[in-house]
């Protein structure tokens, strides 16, 4: 099993540049890839940013050229640097795992990040 606490969500002002984090606890060496995924008031979960074990990311067009997602391994963390944020950046982010070793989906609670303009 893996675990997952967000946290750095709240208000912000349009323009602004918070960074979430993922905290993972548990079975941390079956983790594939990690990344974050938003939900926005009244639409489907979407695709924010993620990184595999290697280091490899990928991000929604959305997004390309103002989050950046990355990972520390020696504190089992993993941040979403958001710059330049716009009011549809509002959202609920939830933190995300894929272990290939179980096949498993793992989800954070998920943190709020509401764009004021």
């Known amino acids: 099993q893996v675990q997952l606490v967000e946290s750095g969500g709240g208000v912000v002002q349009a323009g602004g540049s918070p960074r979430l984090s993922c905290v993972a606890s548990?079975?941390?060496?079956?983790?594939?890839?990690m990344g974050w995924y938003r939900q926005a008031p009244g639409k489907q979960r979407e695709l924010v940013a993620t990184?595999?074990?290697?280091?490899?990311?990928n991000y929604a067009d959305s997004v390309k050229g103002r989050f950046t997602i990355s990972r520390d391994n020696a504190v089992n963390t993993v941040y979403l640097q958001m710059n330049s944020l716009k009011p549809e950046d509002t959202a609920v982010y939830y933190c995300?795992?894929?272990?290939?070793?179980?096949?498993?989906?793992?989800w954070g609670k998920g943190t709020l990040v509401t764009v004021s303009s």
């Open positions: 995300h795992a894929y272990s290939n070793l179980y096949g498993m989906n793992y």
């Open positions: 990184i595999t074990s290697g280091g490899s990311t």
């Open positions: 548990g079975s941390i060496r079956s983790i594939s890839a």
